[in-house]
């Protein structure tokens, strides 16, 4: 199914729940995922202008591996400007900044496939090794396991950090702690947004951002609830159409198959009649990487990954790839 088809399955469960229904969703596909970016807030904009300004109650579905965590608090600010209530719907994954989009929904309901995820923030670097990703978390471990051996010598721990800083360099560290420090502060200001009790948001985003020791831990719905999320109570009717939706987008976005530009070339000559030898071949094939849905409007967004190939004499390839970023679009839904 497409868009048009999961349209009946939105209007199903707005019937039932008896609010609208946004349903956003970046691409998770092995090889050519994507994040939660600035970018989707004029559709956001624009999806929230469709609705009526009598409407105080809205549902957002959300699966996501996560992204930019100003997304997260702007996406909320934006929905609270005009909803008292928003309730986010996790289906199955919703890790990162995901996770601290769902903070700021005064319920959750989860799917028992569903699952959050810590909200300590994770940089990209370059190291002699290669490329790494590494949180502020992991720096601190390798802190306290220095102290933790015992090494009590001020200048064995001066070596210790002079061997962390030719891994990483200290401006890197500097910045990997104000990460933390912005997960830390905007777990603590989403749940503020619904909940009073400022202790019990501090508690949350703390055990959010440091206790779980590891960035891809799956929060399933029982440890989401003991931890004092508001976890809405089991409906497997709503369950049920929540995850008919998730299963038709990740169908539609292929996110069970791997994405290999080789493949896509070879998959192109394999049905090829004529292999064209010595000169330039064009592969194209357009990927959905992120889209914003309600029965108003269809918002989407494509990149464009074309393939230059030459077959060589010897039927080796050479092979460029170049990938053309989309832009937003925006089509009308049944209303």
Same mark, same amino acid.
């Given at each position: ?232 109570? &089991? ?62 409007? &269809? ?20 092979? &460029?790839?170049?990938?053309? &970023? ?10």
């Amino acid at each position: 199914m497409a868009y048009l088809d999961r349209l009946k399955l939105y209007k199903k469960l707005e019937k039932i729940r008896k609010r609208p229904l946004l349903v956003y969703v970046t691409s998770i596909r092995p090889g050519c995922s994507a994040q939660m970016a600035q970018d989707v807030l004029p559709e956001f904009i624009r999806q929230i202008n469709c609705i009526g300004t009598s409407v105080k109650e809205i549902d957002l579905l959300v699966l996501s591996n996560g992204g930019d965590p100003i997304v997260s608090w702007r996406i909320i600010t934006l929905l609270r400007e005009k909803f008292n209530k928003i309730s986010i719907l996790i289906p199955y994954t919703a890790y990162s900044a995901a996770t601290l989009l769902a903070l700021g929904g005064d319920e959750i309901i989860m799917h028992p496939y569903g699952n959050l995820g810590p909200i300590d923030p994770q940089i990209n670097i370059t190291t002699p090794q290669g490329q790494k990703t590494v949180g502020y978390e992991d720096i601190i471990k390798y802190i306290d396991f220095v102290k933790g051996i015992g090494i009590t010598d001020q200048e064995l721990i001066q070596k210790s950090f002079e061997k962390l800083s030719t891994e990483i360099n200290p401006t890197v560290i500097g910045f990997a702690k104000r990460s933390s420090q912005l997960g830390l502060s905007m777990g603590e200001k989403l749940l503020a947004t619904h909940m009073k009790d400022k202790n019990k948001t501090k508690i949350i985003s703390e055990t959010l951002n440091s206790k779980f020791y590891h960035h891809g831990y799956p929060l399933s719905r029982k440890e989401a609830k003991d931890i004092g999320l508001p976890i809405a109570i &089991n409906d497997p009717v709503i369950e049920e159409i929540i995850w008919q939706i998730c299963e038709d987008i990740m169908e539609e976005l292929e996110f069970n198959k791997f994405f290999d530009p080789d493949e896509m070339i070879k998959d192109k000559i394999s049905k090829s009649s004529h292999l064209q030898i010595g000169i330039v071949n064009r592969v194209q094939e357009e990927i959905k990487l992120a889209l914003l849905e309600s029965i108003n409007l &269809n918002c989407y967004i494509k990149n464009e990954i074309i393939a230059n190939y030459i077959i060589q004499n010897d039927a080796s390839l050479n092979i &460029n790839m170049m990938v053309r &970023n989309g832009s937003w679009v925006v089509e009308k839904g049944e209303n």
